[in-house]
């Protein structure tokens, strides 16, 4: 079946402005996670959603924010743009939400530069 | 806050070697995973862990649990190139968020 999908692959946007990720999961799957990945703070939880509801939030400013459609796919979007955003977006796609092992699948990633 | 520590940071070892990747965490958690992440590319799971003495093995790569002494080991069998990768380990001791470990980037020599 297929994997968890992400667009765009690659963005590269300038300071002050706003973009949107999008994330489609594995079919069947109700939950999708965000994560921020860089070199000086390795993988950092965003948020998650399950059933259009945002469950669990991390520690990041609201410039950084998302939401669930009915089909399960996600956006997360970022307003005003800093350097400091340049990042490895991952999205993760899991069954369900708050059950012991349930495992999550990661997609390709967004890759943002903000210059 | 909850802290998720791997060492070493980074491996370099040859081809053929043994080595032992230790993932310390700092809360209570029953569930851990472990992933690997090539250059560039996405993570990809390796094993998860539900249990205190939980092994899985797959190939060269064997895995474990003490949730005890909150301690995962990720244990490489005579090494070979195509390990080469970073791997991290994560937790979830609530069910609904990860936190993942600093990552090992371990690069295997001919």
């Known amino acids: 079946k297929a994997g968890v999908t992400q667009t765009p692959r690659y963005l590269i946007k300038t300071r002050g402005q706003q973009v949107t990720l999008s994330c489609s999961p594995i079919?069947?799957?109700?939950?999708v996670s965000w994560y921020q990945q860089t070199p000086g703070q390795g993988l950092q939880f965003l948020f998650e959603?399950?059933?259009?509801?945002?469950?669990n939030k991390g520690n990041f400013p609201g410039r950084f924010s998302g939401r669930q459609f009915s089909n399960s796919r996600s956006e997360m979007n970022v307003s005003t743009l800093e350097l400091g955003d340049s990042a490895l977006y991952l999205c993760?796609?899991?069954?369900?939400?708050?059950?012991?092992?349930?495992?999550?699948?990661f997609g390709p990633g967004t890759r943002l530069t903000v210059l | 806050e909850l802290k998720v520590e791997q060492n070493p940071l980074f491996l370099s070892m040859q081809e053929g070697k043994n080595y032992t990747i230790y993932c310390n965490y700092s809360?209570?958690?029953?569930?851990l995973y472990w992933y690997r992440q090539d250059p560039g590319k996405s993570l990809e799971s390796l094993f998860v862990l539900l249990s205190n003495g939980a092994v899985k093995q797959e190939g060269r790569l064997m895995a474990s649990l003490d949730t005890k002494a909150r301690l995962s080991t990720l244990h490489i069998t005579a090494a070979v190139h195509d390990l080469s990768a970073t791997y991290f380990c994560a937790v979830d001791p609530t069910g609904n968020q990860f936190y993942f470990g600093t990552g090992t980037s371990l690069t295997v020599i001919p």
């Open positions: 993760a796609s899991s069954l369900t939400y708050g059950l012991a092992g349930v495992e999550q699948f």
């Open positions: 809360t209570t958690s029953d569930r």
């Open positions: 959603y399950f059933s259009e509801t945002q469950r």
């Open positions: 079919s069947g799957h109700r939950s």
